[in-house]
């Protein structure tokens, strides 16, 4: 679906590219200034971080410098008082948010404004406000404990759009991989529910990713620092930033690589052969190549070290592949159930989803159930329909092209996806 993007002094928010914006962290104005100065040429945007401005509960001082940095910075403002409460540098009362917010939009100085969803009704009010000023709203939720499920993230967004958020925002503080995992398969659930632009940001060295890989995810900003400003673990400087997105970009405009994702059975091995064929391409079946660099069968891999440590190689092939020549990708048929793993090969490919029937897969995997851990003990039609009702969502989702292979020839197969 193509997202309601929209543009703020030529910097389009919610298509290709992600806009870069620096965030303006100075405590005192003359600091302010020189931040300004040195992103000044390297950033697309700025976001005035008012909460860390000693000067806050001066109004007359909030004004000036508002004028001050608009007059030193063509792009576009963001203006945002982060609260304590949603990991920000000030304590403020409903009454004082209030004010300083209607006072940014109503200022002239700035062109979006950060309103925490939290603050309910008076979020509302303040959207509206920044509606009629021409002020564009960023509504967000911030979590520095924890990362909710990707469907309740997707409500999150859901609620801000419900408010007139024209980007919503979810940032959340991972755990661990699996945590990121849930802001990338939220990004992508969302970008096939909604129309409208949304940021997510797992936060710290582990999302990384969600920083990097926003045009493939669909999170429409990324934040970074500028050269020589690093105040954090794993941060970005904007030079850095640019060059990588830049290339993430060329790489998902070339779409180099073909994925074929599903069920074990579904045909995955046939038609990737059959599709080196027709194009001449190199064939990469994810099994094999495992198997050939551990020295290991598959069920040898997970008896001796478990399912995880399977699924942390194939994320490492695919993070490899994108580097190797133009290829089309047999992929294990749990692949795609992480979230990173379909990111990362949407960043260089496209994904075909082989569907099969449950019956299908008894039929053709009659002879050769043992060489797979995940179906040798359910290998029952209720067994196969079980696992596959699992990973439904998972396959659909990633698919950007489904093919039925039930009842048909490989090269038929193979002469759809290619034709
Ligand atoms: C798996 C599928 C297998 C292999 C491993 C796990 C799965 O690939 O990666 O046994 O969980 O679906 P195929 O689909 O090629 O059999």
Request: charged fraction near 25%; glycine fraction near 12%; charge should be negative.
């Amino acid at each position: 679906m193509k997202k309601n993007s929209f543009e703020v002094r030529g910097v389009t928010f919610g298509e290709g590219i992600p806009v870069i914006a620096v965030p303006v962290i100075g405590n005192e104005e003359g600091i302010i200034l020189s931040e300004v100065t040195a992103a000044k040429g390297q950033t697309d945007m700025l976001e005035v971080r008012i909460d860390a401005f000693l000067g806050i509960r001066d109004t007359e001082r909030v004004s000036r410098i508002l004028r001050e940095i608009r007059g030193a910075f063509d792009g576009p403002i963001l203006f945002t008082l982060r609260t304590k409460r949603e990991g920000g540098l000030c304590d403020v009362n409903d009454a004082f948010y209030e004010e300083i917010l209607t006072l940014a939009v109503t200022s002239g100085s700035v062109d979006l404004v950060d309103v925490e969803m939290a603050f309910g009704e008076i979020a509302e009010r303040l959207i509206q406000k920044a509606h009629s000023r021409g002020v564009k709203a960023v509504v967000s939720q911030h979590d520095f404990a924890n990362t909710p499920g990707s469907g309740e993230i997707c409500d999150a967004l859901r609620r801000m759009y419900g408010m007139g958020a024209d980007i919503a925002k979810g940032a959340y503080m991972p755990r661990d991989a699996a945590d990121v995992d849930r802001v990338l398969a939220a990004g992508l659930k969302a970008n096939r529910e909604f129309a409208r632009p949304f940021v997510l940001i797992s936060m710290g060295e582990y999302g990384q990713m969600t920083r990097t890989e926003g045009e493939v995810f669909g999170s429409c900003m990324t934040f970074a620092c500028p050269e020589g400003k690093e105040s954090a673990p794993g941060q970005i400087n904007v030079a850095d930033m640019r060059k990588l997105l830049s290339g993430r970009h060329e790489a998902l405009m070339e779409r180099k690589n073909i994925f074929l994702i599903g069920f074990m059975g579904a045909g995955k091995t046939s038609v990737s052969s059959a599709l080196g064929t027709m194009t001449g391409r190199r064939v990469v079946e994810m099994d094999r190549r495992i198997e050939e660099e551990q020295g290991m069968s598959i069920p040898q891999i997970f008896e001796r070290y478990g399912q995880e440590y399977f699924r942390n190689l194939e994320t490492e092939l695919l993070m490899g592949l994108g580097a190797e020549e133009p290829s089309i990708v047999s992929c294990g048929g749990g692949a795609v159930l992480r979230a990173r793993n379909v990111v990362l090969m949407k960043g260089t490919g496209k994904i075909v989803l082989l569907d099969v029937s449950a019956g299908e897969v008894l039929k053709r995997l009659a002879n050769e159930v043992s060489g797979r851990p995940n179906l040798k003990d359910r290998f029952t039609l209720d067994g196969i329909r079980e696992l596959q009702d699992a990973r439904r969502e998972a396959y659909e989702g990633a698919a950007d092209i489904t093919v039925l292979t039930d009842g048909r020839e490989v090269l038929d197969i193979a002469q759809e996806i290619y034709g």
